[in-house]
């Protein structure tokens, strides 16, 4: 299993602001992948955060609005820049455990409030 | 394109009743289902894997069962308790590109 630790854990920003979420992981992991939870439903993956390369998007989101870091094999942050209350969501971080089976180990989430 | 669609969408049921939530997808080719529980303020955790041959598994008072045929999953949770609130997530992972295709999610919720 992998311990995933982010902070914060919520916070109230205000339109126009930026913030950046940290995510630690216990063990040295390849891909650290970065999810968005909007209220009442479910997860949309934004990015995999792969340590020495620029992060991969998926569709719908772009670096400028989510500029990810990945300095090493056990950290990544996660910036929402210029946020609008459309950006109100949960945002969480997770990496894959060791199993061929590819389960899925979260932190316990950024609760992002945008005013 | 790859789809999970979970029902009821919404749950209330009593302490110690049981209950089945579903979950229908389209992923092809397929790998493995998983179910996750996700407590109110926390990130998801696994109950359960499911892959082609499996038919059912359980896990305590979790048990799904899986129809490869019929591209239908289903999570049955015994004797709930009121630590069974959640919303519960099935994951879908293609045996392709290695995709994941996350469902709706049932929010559960169990009333003393």
């Known amino acids: 299993s992998a311990v995933i630790s982010q902070k914060p854990s919520r916070d109230i920003c205000q339109r126009g602001t930026s913030l950046t979420i940290q995510c630690q992981v216990d063990s040295q992991v390849t891909m650290m992948f970065w999810y968005r939870q909007q209220p009442g439903q479910s997860l949309t993956l934004i990015a995999t955060a792969n340590q020495g390369s620029e992060a991969t998007y998926e569709s719908g989101f772009v670096i400028d609005k989510f500029p990810i870091s990945r300095p090493n094999l056990t950290f990544s942050t996660l910036t929402v820049s210029n946020m609008s209350p459309e950006d109100s969501s949960i945002y969480l971080c997770?990496?894959?455990?060791?199993?061929?089976?590819?389960?899925?180990?979260f932190g316990e989430g950024s609760r992002l409030t945008v005013l | 394109k790859n789809q999970v669609e979970q029902s009821p969408q919404s749950l209330i049921i009593l302490e110690g009743k049981n209950c089945t939530l579903q979950?229908?997808?389209?992923?092809?080719?397929?790998?493995?289902l998983r179910w996750y529980k996700q407590d109110t303020g926390r990130g998801p955790v696994s109950l359960t894997i499911m892959t082609f041959s499996e038919n059912t598994k359980s896990n305590g008072r979790y048990t799904a069962t899986l129809d490869a045929d019929t591209k239908q999953s289903s999570l049955h949770i015994t004797a709930s308790q009121l630590s069974d609130s959640a919303s519960y997530i099935c994951?879908?992972?293609?045996?392709?590109?290695?995709?994941?295709?996350f469902g709706g999610g049932t929010r559960l919720m169990v009333k003393p």
């Open positions: 997770s990496v894959e455990g060791p199993s061929r089976t590819g389960e899925l180990f």
């Open positions: 994951v879908v992972r293609d045996n392709a590109g290695n995709m994941l295709t």
């Open positions: 979950c229908n997808y389209t992923v092809s080719p397929f790998s493995n």
